[in-house]
């Protein structure tokens, strides 16, 4: 009881993100007691292959709420060093920051999953009264009853996954924050060369000899095998980018940018991986959608995609906002020294822009490949 009052004390910003995460975890919750409802509308008889595919029209969303919630606890120390400093002065060793930082993401995840039973119980048993046309009967499965067992484990997969991811995210260096502004520049190895190269170009091999032999599975496989290589490659990629603006003799905004997106690659790619490859698979599901004469029923695509968008931004803001900080610590000596506003501007334009065609780029490919998977 001790840490949890030294960790007490959130800030308008801290009670948003608990809110975000809540209000995700029950969304995803919602999902899965839909799937749950269905099954139980379906009867004991039915097949399982249905179940198994609502199921899984879950998975989207559930690894977004995690990812956001492992970015979200690692951001954490990061911006309130203080709070980890006054956790480190009362005793608190490394283990135990990691699981009070789970612990308490997992106590947002498992506030929203309540939430949403709550929603899915009072629909169950009152609302639906109301409703005599029955449009919900088969999402509730009103016509069977609810397993208390099964509905229980199903909602703690969202806070168990939400406690692991946060507790992995956060690193033993991160319960003692250092100050980013003179963060060094970590070349990369040529073995992440080699893998950033090797894994796309074998990923898009596969892809395409599954197109031409009409191979779903083996397409699915080399998709996921060059994503992989485009998320390995995003931060080589990057780094590559700030040296191509570093190049030769440049001026001090080229310079500048140069050297801080190289510095800023690795704490960078991730997000920025994850955010292309999530809107390149968005822009080719919403066009195959349009498209397509078998449209699902109802709001549940328009609602996960929502969903997933809001975690990957999020998770993206919240690097961006740590990287902010670094930037104001490191641009504070030049202002001192009479830098003109206009320079420093110009150097983030630039820095922005780089990053910004990677980003292009490597959604692009997941793009095309991706279209190239579903046209099997």
């Not at 990629?237 to 190289?262: E, K, S």
């Not at 999020?314 to 902010?324: D, K, S, V």
């Amino acid at each position: 009881m001790f840490y949890l009052r030294v960790a007490r004390g959130y800030r308008a910003l801290d009670l948003l993100r608990w809110t975000l995460t809540a209000t995700a975890s029950a969304a995803v919750a919602a999902l899965l007691l839909r799937a749950l409802g269905r099954a139980l509308s379906a009867g004991v008889p039915s097949p399982a292959a249905p179940a198994l595919e609502r199921l899984l029209w879950c998975l989207p969303a559930l690894a977004a709420v995690t990812y956001l919630a492992a970015a979200w606890a690692r951001a954490l120390p990061l911006q309130q060093p203080e709070r980890v400093a006054g956790l480190v002065a009362a005793g608190v060793g490394p283990v135990r920051l990691r699981l009070l930082l789970a612990g308490e993401i997992a106590l947002a995840c498992a506030f929203g999953a309540l939430l949403a039973l709550g929603g899915f119980l009072l629909l169950r048993g009152h609302v639906l009264e109301l409703l005599p046309d029955g449009k919900l009967n088969a999402a509730l499965g009103v016509r069977g009853s609810l397993p208390v067992a099964g509905t229980i484990t199903l909602l703690a997969v969202v806070p168990l996954l939400g406690g692991v991811a946060a507790a992995a995210a956060v690193r033993p260096s991160d319960v003692v924050p250092v100050d980013g502004s003179d963060e060094p520049q970590r070349r990369p190895t040529l073995l992440r060369i080699a893998m950033a190269a090797a894994l796309p170009a074998a990923g898009t091999l596969i892809v395409v000899t599954a197109v031409r032999v009409n191979g779903a599975e083996a397409a699915a496989v080399g998709w996921v095998i060059a994503v992989v290589g485009i998320a390995v490659a995003v931060p080589v990629l990057l780094y590559g980018a700030g040296q191509a603006l570093a190049w030769g003799r440049p001026r001090a905004a080229r310079l500048m940018a140069g050297r801080g997106l190289q510095a800023q690659a690795w704490r960078l790619g991730t997000p920025l991986a994850v955010l292309a490859v999530a809107g390149a698979v968005g822009v080719v599901a919403a066009m195959r959608y349009a498209s397509s004469t078998h449209r699902p029923v109802g709001p549940l695509p328009v609602i996960e995609a929502g969903l997933v968008a809001l975690c990957v931004l999020g998770a993206l803001l919240t690097r961006l906002a740590e990287l902010a900080g670094a930037h104001r610590a490191a641009y504070a000596p030049l202002r001192r020294m009479g830098a003109p506003t206009s320079m420093l501007q110009a150097s983030v334009a630039l820095r922005t822009g780089a990053a910004g065609l990677v980003v292009l780029a490597a959604g692009a490919g997941a793009g095309l490949l991706a279209a190239a998977a579903l046209s099997v």
